[in-house]
């Protein structure tokens, strides 16, 4: 069954736009992560957040992590037509086998110039 | 730069073939994982290994193997191919025992089994 499982399934925007995506879990983690993945090729991490934490940032990637409800959202800020892609989040369970990621179904963004 | 090759970009096969799934990491992790990524359902985690000779099942090992001879290369194996394997195959590695260690992955193999 899939842990995570992201929102909206697809989302267009301009160029410029701010781009929000949301990702709901089903079990206690450890840790959340995105990963970016392009067309017909392998995923990119991006970020990590730990349970102890609610915010990061990395450039213009923000996100926040909610664990009494279980979801994550992933603000990409100006964004550009490079920034079209899959986005996936992943939890790393609390407890259970090392570094054993489990990914959700992912978000489609494309960034119209 | 953490470089994680996968042999085949794209690999056709026929039913009931036994096909052989490379993939090779060059920074000495410690663990590697076969995923398979459907639309609609994500990716999904096939077998992992933590280390030489070790392997553990993940959601979906049904139908596949591994092998592990070396720390840099894991093998995935479709011992009797079949149309429900038809899929994209990523393979990734990690480093250590940390959670916190992202994955690398390469960039995939998409198989086709007719």
């Known amino acids: 069954s899939q842990q995570g499982e992201e929102d909206p399934q697809a989302l267009s925007i301009q160029e410029g736009e701010n781009a929000t995506m949301n990702c709901s879990y089903k079990?206690?983690?450890?840790?959340l992560q995105w990963y970016r993945q392009n067309s017909g090729r392998g995923l990119v991490h991006l970020i990590l957040?730990?349970?102890?934490?609610r915010e990061k940032h990395s450039g213009r990637l923000r996100v926040t992590l909610d664990t009494s409800k279980k979801s994550s959202s992933l603000l990409i800020t100006a964004s550009r037509a490079a920034d079209t892609a899959s986005y996936f989040c992943?939890?790393?369970?609390?407890?259970?086998?090392?570094?054993?990621?489990?990914f959700g179904t992912g978000t489609l963004l494309a960034v119209q110039p | 730069d953490v470089k994680v090759t996968q042999s085949s970009r794209y690999l056709v096969k026929r039913t009931g073939e036994k096909v052989f799934l490379e993939c090779v990491q060059d920074?000495?992790?410690?663990?590697m994982f076969w995923y398979r990524q459907d639309p609609g359902l994500g990716l999904r985690l096939i077998y992992f290994?933590?280390?030489?000779?070790?392997?553990e099942k993940g959601d979906i090992p049904e139908g596949y193997s591994v092998s592990r001879e070396k720390k840099e290369r894991f093998s995935l194996i479709l011992e009797s191919a079949s149309t429900n394997q038809t899929s994209m195959y990523l393979c990734?590695?990690?480093?250590?025992?940390?959670?916190?260690?992202?994955?690398?992955f390469g960039n995939g193999t998409r198989l086709t089994v007719t």
């Open positions: 079990t206690s983690i450890n840790n």
């Open positions: 920074m000495d992790h410690e663990n």
């Open positions: 990734a590695s990690s480093r250590g025992q940390s959670k916190y260690s992202p994955l690398h």
């Open positions: 957040i730990r349970s102890n934490e």
């Open positions: 992943a939890t790393a369970l609390y407890g259970g086998a090392t570094n054993k990621l489990i």
């Open positions: 290994s933590y280390d030489v000779k070790m392997k």
